[in-house]
T-cell receptor, first 111, second 113 residues
Framework: SQQGEEDPQALSIQEGENATMNCSYK?????LQWYRQNSGRGLVHLIL?????REKHSGRLRVTLDTSKKSSSLLITASRAADTASYFC???????????FGKGMKLTVNP | NAGVTQTPKFQVLKTGQSMTLQCAQD?????MSWYRQDPGMGLRLIHY???????DQGEVPNGYNVSRSTTEDFPLRLLSAAPSQTSVYFC????????????FGPGTRLTVT
């Protein structure tokens, strides 16, 4: 059963623009992770944010977490054509040892 | 380090055949897991292992078996393939359970006719 759901399901932007993706989840979590998947490849871990953190940065990535709203957002600044990929959020529910992935959302960055 | 490797990359099976998908990692990670990815479904956990000799079921375990005799290897066995098992299979490992980043293999694309 999916815990996190990404929104929007697809996003198309121009190179240089910022891209924001949202993830909503249902139950309390230990942490939330974002992954990227290029076409035909395995998933690559981008960033992990713990339930007691509100914001985290990694290069051009910024992740926020609002546990009161059970939501997270991933911001990619100054996007590049190479950012074109599917992005997934994944959560570890409190007390669980299982990482549950959302269905993913597709980002297209046009050159 | 090679990271997580999976073989084969592609496989076509007939209904009823059995096969083993291989997964190996050279990072000395205790935690390994198998997922399947279907269009519009995201990734679903099949089986996972928290260390050699210890395995447990995930969300969709039916029709699959696993064993973990070494830290490095975590094969996934399809006992009697069915068309519903047509999917892309990913193996992943992490240092210590789900609380750390998962390293994914490149995947095996399986078609069952």
């Amino acid at each position: 059963s999916q815990q996190g759901e990404e929104d929007p399901q697809a996003l198309s932007i121009q190179e240089g623009e910022n891209a924001t993706m949202n993830c909503s989840y249902k139950t309390s979590i230990n942490n939330l992770q974002w992954y990227r998947q290029n076409s035909g490849r395995g998933l690559v871990h981008l960033i992990l944010i713990r339930s007691n953190e509100r914001e985290k940065h990694s290069g051009r990535l910024r992740v926020t977490l609002d546990t009161s709203k059970k939501s997270s957002s991933l911001l990619i600044t100054a996007s590049r054509a190479a950012d074109t990929a599917s992005y997934f959020c994944a959560t570890v529910a409190g007390g669980s040892e299982k990482l549950v992935f959302g269905k993913g959302m597709k980002l297209t960055v046009n050159p | 380090n090679a990271g997580v490797t999976q073989t084969p990359k592609f496989q076509v099976l007939k209904t009823g055949q059995s096969m083993t998908l291989q997964c190996a990692q050279d990072m000395n990670h205790e935690y390994m897991s198998w997922y399947r990815q279907d269009p519009g479904m995201g990734l679903r956990l099949i089986h996972y292992s928290v260390g050699a000799g210890i395995t447990d079921q995930g969300e969709v375990p039916n029709g699959y078996n696993v064993s973990r005799s070494t830290t490095e290897d975590f094969p996934l066995r399809l006992l009697s393939a069915a068309p519903s098992q047509t999917s892309v299979y990913f193996c992943a490992s992490s240092r210590d359970g789900q609380f750390y980043e998962q390293y994914f293999g490149p995947g095996t694309r399986l078609t069952v006719t």
